[in-house]
């Protein structure tokens, strides 16, 4: 699922810079930490994907160039302004790496905050529908392997006769 959100924002390669550069403040601005984890998880690779989640949840630190370290704090918890778009970019960022039931998680927080988030509300029918197409064929693979299995035995057992 693509986000259609304006074509305001920044390229990847800008939005490292500017997060780097603002690493380096005292008091570090969480709305250039979004852009960037924003540009991350709008990325095509799933590595960038997981980066990005990574900013925005705080679970895990980042590695960029030789020996620079830089740890992520959980902008959720943070003082970033604006939790809908933060929410938003983890559900699309799940949905993404088909993390179906993470991505409705995101959903749900976010609509309880805002009930009536379109965007939110398509996205998280979209996880439900493929939760649910995925269901169908595991339970599709499941009876085949049932049905292959009582012709195996069928054949085993009309063989010994």
Excluded: W
């Excluded at 693509?2 to 810079?17: G, H, I, S």
């Excluded at 780097?20 to 095509?44: G, H, I, N």
């Excluded at 020996?67 to 983890?90: G, I, M, Q, T, W």
């Excluded at 529908?129 to 995925?134: F, K, L, Y």
Aim: with cysteine; glycine share 4%; net charge positive.
């Amino acid at each position: 699922m693509k986000d259609t959100t304006a074509a305001t924002d920044l390229d990847l390669d800008t939005a490292r810079e500017r997060y780097l550069a603002e690493q380096a403040k005292d008091y570090p601005s969480a709305f250039v930490k979004f852009t960037y984890a924003k540009a991350l998880v709008r990325d095509a690779k799933p590595e960038n994907k997981v980066r990005g989640v990574g900013l925005l949840l705080g679970s895990s630190c980042l590695t960029v160039g030789a020996s620079f370290h830089v740890c992520c704090l959980d902008l959720l918890k943070e003082d970033y302004a604006n939790k809908v778009d933060c929410l938003y970019c983890l559900a699309l960022a799940y949905y993404d790496l088909g993390e179906y039931a993470k991505c409705r998680k995101q959903c749900e927080l976010l609509l309880r905050i805002n009930p009536t988030h379109e965007k939110a509300l398509s996205l998280h029918q979209c996880a439900k529908d493929q939760v649910h197409r995925d269901g169908c064929i595991g339970l599709t693979i499941a009876a085949s392997a049932v049905v292959i299995a009582g012709f195996a035995i069928k054949l085993l057992l009309k063989h010994r006769e």
